[in-house]
């Protein structure tokens, strides 16, 4: 989605709408910093090792290659 449909105008002021999914799935640090989940716990999990799926439990970091562009979605 561009980022024209995500302007709105409110009181004459030019606002920017954070992007809904991204912000469900991101959460900022007091540092700054970005944190999510990791993927692959949702089903067939029967193959994995426990230590597997545990490590995959954990939350990590954003990369810094992907860091400018989720920022942008969730307007922190």
Known sequence: M???KRRVEVAGK?????????SKRF?????G?????HAYLNHLR???TR????RLRR???VSQNDL????????S
């Open 27 to 31: 959460r900022a640090t007091k540092n």
């Open 68 to 75: 400018a562009r989720v920022r942008r979605m969730i307007l």
């Open 14 to 22: 030019v606002k920017m709408k954070s992007h809904r999914g991204a």
């Open 2 to 4: 561009s980022q024209e």
């Open 59 to 61: 939350q990590t970091l």
């Open 51 to 54: 230590k597997q799926k545990r």
């Open 33 to 37: 910093k970005i944190k999510r989940e």
């Open 46 to 48: 029967t193959c994995e």
